[in-house]
């Protein structure tokens, strides 16, 4: 069995366990990864969404991808395979969602934004970015993450870590007592 079969098999076996253990984290967002590549990132931003409470991840335009960074957390975080972004989007707008995805662009900083609950945080590609046009999604809110130096960006699942954090941060990391 080479590394991709057994990556597969592995995936498999995770996805099994997580339709039976896992549980909406306590606070009310969600994450969608838009296309990433199938090795190590999808995996730490789950292991990253299980520690920052998150509600949900969508995995978009993924047949699969490496359970092991995520180290055990695929079991305990919702997660759900969608084929294409449009279908993420029109399920959680349906839900009552503000969307945000990043640009390093962007006229608005990340810790400048009013991330409501219900946030839906939007990430892409490291290399081609995102599956779809901004001007079809007018409802989606583009903020950046300030950064220093010379770097073009972060990587996608360090990128993911700070939005996260920074949900909870400005919530002073308490969960709505709903949740609880």
């Known amino acids: 069995m080479n590394k991709r079969q057994y990556m597969q098999k592995s995936f498999e076996r995770q996805r099994l366990l997580n339709k039976m253990m896992s549980k909406p984290g ?25 520690a920052f409470g ?32 449009l279908e993420s989007y029109l399920h959680y707008k349906e839900q ?15 810790y400048e934004a009013p991330l409501p609950d219900k946030s839906a ?11 779809f046009k901004k001007e079809d999604y007018p409802l989606i809110n583009w903020v950046k993450i300030p950064q220093f130096g010379f770097v073009e960006s972060l990587n996608v ?20 007592a709903a949740s609880l």
């Open 26 to 50: 306590p606070f009310p967002y969600v994450v969608i990864l838009d296309h990433l590549k199938v090795d190590f990132n999808i995996g730490k931003i789950i292991r990253s969404a299980e």
């Open 54 to 85: 998150a509600q949900a991840v969508d995995v978009v335009g993924t047949i699969f991808f490496d359970p092991l960074p995520a180290k055990g957390c695929m079991k305990r975080v919702p997660w759900t395979m969608r084929s294409t972004f």
């Open 96 to 110: 009552g969602f503000t969307f945000y995805a990043f640009d390093s662009q962007a006229p608005v900083s990340l």
């Open 121 to 131: 945080f939007i990430l892409g590609h490291e290399g081609f970015g995102f599956s």
């Open 157 to 176: 699942s360090v990128a993911a870590s700070i939005v996260m954090y920074e949900f909870c941060r400005s919530r002073g990391f308490n969960p709505p």
